[in-house]
């Protein structure tokens, strides 16, 4: 007598639970980025103040920025969470694995990227407090926007790989339509790195993005496959 093969499987439960991180990226994302713009930057002043009086500003309310970068990189993190249900929907969609890696690989670098900037803008804040010019936190506040535009080529593949796994599928294919437009409007805002004035795409690319996050897990959630 032989003992029966033994199948490996993954329950539905660990996969829903994985895709509910998708909207709580979303919500959480959306929540800190509505308290950063009423809360905190207003502190900073103006872009157009002088670079001295913008410095001190920030630097007298740097328990609000630190409590704002924390929520920031916290609510980033989440979207580490989902990359569970992102892997075992891909290789689904994708026996080879390919689509699954590469969405993963790059889900890990967005999940990076732009909570780093928050950290970076921490070590500002103290670089500052010990002593430093306080123009140099004037300066620092481009760490946000160049670490949100650096973190759009991750997110070119991390979209690109979801949308040709929903379209090996033959699913959703608004998602696959939407996806196309965030990637061109994501890779445009990127040139941010180049010029300042490409800040608003690059701002409504992202919030884009999210959507789009939070419109898959809810699509997932509902497909309950």
Same mark, same amino acid.
């Given at each position: ?11 539905? &439960? ?9 909207? /709580? ?17 207003? =502190? ?6 002088? *670079? ?8 007298? *309310? %740097?328990?609000? @920025? ?36 590469? *969405? ?16 970076? =803008? ?18 620092? &506040?481009?760490?946000?926007? @160049? ?31 939407? %996806? ?26 992202t919030f884009g993005y999210e959507?789009?996050? /939070?419109?898959?897990?809810? =699509?997932?959630?509902? &497909?309950?496959?």
């Open positions: 007598m032989t003992a029966p093969a033994v199948t490996a499987t993954t329950t539905a &439960d660990p996969v829903r639970t994985s895709t509910r991180f998708g909207l /709580a990226f979303t919500v959480c994302q959306l929540l800190v980025m509505i308290a950063m713009a009423v809360f905190v930057l207003p =502190h900073g002043g103006a872009p157009s103040d002088p *670079a001295m009086e913008r410095g001190q500003s920030v630097q007298e *309310a %740097a328990g609000l @920025y630190r409590a704002g970068n924390f929520a920031f990189m916290a609510a980033g993190s989440l979207l580490l969470g989902f990359l569970g249900a992102v892997w075992a929907r891909l290789r689904r969609a994708d026996a080879s694995g390919v689509l699954a890696t590469v *969405a993963v690989a790059s889900g890990v670098l967005l999940a990076l990227i732009w909570p780093l900037a928050g950290m970076l =803008h921490d070590v500002a804040l103290e670089t500052a407090a010990g002593g430093a010019d306080p123009r140099i936190l004037a300066g620092w &506040d481009a760490v946000a926007p @160049y670490g949100l535009a650096f973190s759009v080529f991750a997110r070119v593949f991390f979209v690109g790989a979801i949308a040709l796994g929903l379209r090996a599928t033959g699913r959703a294919p608004w998602l696959v339509r939407s %996806a196309a437009v965030v990637v061109v409007l994501s890779l445009v805002g990127s040139a941010t790195l180049v010029s300042g004035a490409l800040f608003p795409l690059l701002a409504l690319s959507l789009w996050v /939070a419109a898959l897990a809810w =699509h997932w959630l509902r &497909d309950g496959r």
